[in-house]
């Protein structure tokens, strides 16, 4: 079978307004139909695939384009993103994390390899300094981001727990705030700041020299 269905054959970058729904669901809601969506794909559902691609591939080419700041690389990314989600569904777990996280940590991954392979490292580190990162965070993500570099930090995420890696992942990677990390979960903001905050300090010794 071709990996590649055809909700990869257009060269348009993804739009978040191509896909129009009533009522707008809950995100246990949302969860609850993207995991099973994953599942079909993951069992070889082309019709599933497509609905998730639809779903989800304006959030991928977002972060995409954040990260190597060029539209038609996030497109590349994207298109090489949704085919990793078309060979691996069936590995996805949700007792690990959410599916949109799954799918960031992979978007995210790819788009750093996009920009490895483009620019040289004086070049990616300056420009990512500069144009990555320019929504305002809570300050101790701020001081953090200033002193860490991404890509170190993409590479430590195994050493935190799922749950501190979803926060993470969702502040960092998915461009939300605090309180839009703790809508999205269904938290108390304390909480997500605690739970960032400790899964920070973790990285943090993770990254600093012996």
Do not use: C
């Amino acid at each position: 079978m071709d990996l590649t269905p055809s909700a990869l054959d257009g060269t348009a970058a993804p739009q978040a307004n191509d896909v129009v729904h009533g009522d707008t669901p809950s995100p246990q809601e949302r969860d609850t139909n993207l995991i099973g969506l994953l599942q079909a794909t993951g069992q070889g559902s082309e019709k599933a695939f497509t609905e998730f691609y639809e779903l989800t591939a304006p959030k991928v080419f977002g972060l995409a384009r954040r990260v190597v700041l060029d539209s038609g690389l996030a497109e590349e990314v994207t298109q090489e993103v949704f085919i990793v989600v078309w060979q691996d569904a069936a590995t996805y777990d949700p007792a690990k994390g959410r599916p949109t996280t799954w799918l960031l940590t992979i978007a995210h991954r790819k788009a750093v390899d996009k920009v490895r392979s483009h620019q040289s490292s004086n070049t990616r580190d300056s420009r990512w300094a500069a144009a990555s990162w320019r929504r305002p965070y809570d300050e101790v993500a701020t001081s953090f981001l200033d002193r860490m570099e991404r890509l170190q930090l993409m590479d430590s995420l195994a050493v935190l727990s799922p749950l501190q890696r979803e926060a993470i992942v969702l502040a960092y990677f998915g461009s939300l705030t605090y309180r839009e990390v703790a809508d999205r979960l269904s938290k108390p903001l304390p909480t997500i700041k605690s739970r960032i905050r400790d899964g920070l300090n973790q990285l943090r010794k993770q990254l600093e020299p012996a």
